[in-house]
């Protein structure tokens, strides 16, 4: 069975600065996709930027970006230049191959606290 | 377009009673998720409805189940409610996109305790 490990519950990042989220996974399949989900204080989760298993480039989304090691299984996202704003959980999460399995398996997640 | 809308938003339970959940998916998406969030256990995977049929299955007990109506509508339905229930429930509307371009939409949630 897969699993997501995110072995930081909590960061702290300064405003302005650089944070890196790490990820690690567990899978035996080849074909499948990676996530990292949002989840402010009190609001709904929402998507931060997908990995495609079958492609080599890290994905990017503004501030937002990926260091996909698919051999070492790792997928952390790295968030420039942070926002009081960047303050949330962040899930890491995983999906196997589209046909037919929708299932997402959720890391527990890392609490980011921006410092002013 | 409207997003995901979940109703109640927060319940109080006692054991052993029974909650039904509502989800409205986002119009036009006829995929929805159960998710149940706990701090310990992060986000674990409790169902999935597609066109009113039940596509996959997280591991909970039978005590949890769903259904999907015609209009893409979802209810979850807890019975026999224990403590360790007590949890922010999450539904999540998905549209059928290109190869690995779907993406998830949550809803608020619908905060249980049960005492």
């Known amino acids: 069975a897969q699993t997501v490990t995110q072995s930081q519950p909590e960061m702290s990042v300064q405003e302005a600065e650089t944070v890196t989220l790490s990820c690690t996974y567990d899978?035996?399949?080849?074909?499948?996709?990676l996530f990292w989900y949002k989840q402010p204080p009190s609001r709904q989760m929402i998507l931060v930027i997908r990995?495609?298993?079958?492609?080599?480039q890290n994905a990017t989304e503004n501030r937002f970006s990926v260091n996909f090691q698919k051999a070492a299984k790792s997928f952390s996202l790295k968030i420039s230049d942070s926002q009081l704003g960047d303050a949330a959980m962040y899930f890491c999460?995983?999906?196997?191959?589209?046909?037919?399995?929708?299932?997402?398996?959720f890391g527990t997640g890392t609490r980011l606290k921006v410092l002013a | 377009k409207a997003g995901v809308t979940q109703t109640p938003r927060y319940l109080i339970k006692t054991r052993g009673q029974q909650v039904t959940l509502s989800c409205s998916p986002i119009?036009?998406?006829?995929?929805v998720s159960w998710y149940q969030q706990t701090p310990g256990q992060g986000l674990q995977f409790l169902f999935e409805?597609?066109?009113?049929?039940?596509?996959n299955k997280g591991n909970f007990p039978g005590r949890f189940s769903g259904r999907q109506f015609s209009n893409s509508r979802s209810e979850m339905n807890v019975s026999t409610l224990e403590l360790g229930d007590s949890a922010l429930y999450l539904c999540?509307?998905?549209?059928?996109?290109?190869?690995?371009?779907?993406?998830?939409?949550f809803g608020p949630g619908t905060r249980l305790l049960v005492l």
């Open positions: 999540a509307s998905r549209s059928l996109g290109e190869r690995g371009q779907e993406t998830q939409y």
């Open positions: 899978t035996s399949e080849s074909d499948y996709y």
């Open positions: 990995q495609e298993a079958y492609k080599q």
């Open positions: 999460a995983y999906r196997s191959n589209p046909s037919g399995t929708y299932k997402y398996i």
């Open positions: 119009s036009g998406h006829r995929s």
């Open positions: 409805y597609f066109s009113e049929t039940q596509r």
